[in-house]
């Protein structure tokens, strides 16, 4: 028999996690000058891609953790993973400023900048660093 309480559950999670992804792209974009998807779809702009992918890995990473760290009655998992997820979308935004800050240079521009840039390539890692410790804080 399929227990349907675990397949809502499932459910659930899924969109919680889907939610919160989506939640922190458009952190992303309104902390990134110009429009992320424009930048990556139109524009095909490799910077905006790789830093884009990378905060997307990063903010995976902490949902996942968000979600097995989870209380296991569902009510109350769910609550916790957007909670922690959200918290974790700020923490990536913010780490997203901090390094702009003590980086030379603009972030934001060098995001933008059609000319493809290694610095984004060292934006990506930054973001996949700080997701990864992130989500380790979460367990």
Do not use: C
């Not at 889907?18 to 992320?36: A, E, F, M």
Request: aromatic share 6%.
């Amino acid at each position: 028999m399929i227990d349907m309480t675990g397949v809502l559950g499932t459910l659930a999670y899924a969109g919680v996690g889907l939610t919160l992804l989506t939640v922190g792209y458009v952190v992303l974009d309104l902390i990134t000058p110009g429009n992320l998807r424009h930048l990556v779809f139109q524009e095909r702009n490799a910077n905006a891609a790789v830093v884009a992918g990378a905060n997307a890995i990063a903010l995976t990473m902490i949902i996942v953790s968000a979600i097995l760290e989870s209380d296991d009655l569902i009510r109350v998992g769910l609550v916790q993973t957007v909670v922690y997820g959200l918290i974790g979308i700020a923490l990536q935004a913010a780490a997203f400023k901090i390094i702009d800050w003590v980086t030379p240079g603009h972030l934001g521009h060098i995001v933008t900048d059609p000319r493809p840039d290694p610095a984004s390539g060292v934006v990506a890692v930054f973001a996949l660093a700080m997701g990864a410790v992130f989500a380790a804080s979460l367990t």
